[in-house]
């Protein structure tokens, strides 16, 4: 399930669709083994999954 626009010609890395990582702040691309579940993805990496979700400073 390759990302193609209507020509057939992948996007730019720059085009893909962004996120802010609920965990570390940064922000990252879309990835193809993400593609079926993009909608829930909220972490970057496994080590900021385990990390969870930081609290916004009060």
């Given at each position: 399930?390759?990302?193609?626009n209507?020509n057939?010609?992948?996007?730019?890395?720059g085009?893909?669709?962004r996120?802010?990582?609920a965990?570390c702040?940064?922000d990252?691309?879309?990835?193809?083994?993400?593609?079926?579940?993009?909608?829930?993805?909220?972490f970057?990496s496994?080590?900021?999954?385990?990390?969870g979700?930081?609290?916004?400073?009060?």
């Amino acid at each position: 399930m390759a990302r193609r626009n209507a020509n057939g010609i992948q996007p730019a890395k720059g085009d893909l669709p962004r996120r802010i990582c609920a965990a570390c702040g940064l922000d990252f691309a879309w990835r193809r083994k993400w593609a079926r579940d993009w909608a829930n993805v909220r972490f970057c990496s496994d080590r900021c999954r385990r990390a969870g979700a930081r609290t916004p400073p009060a």
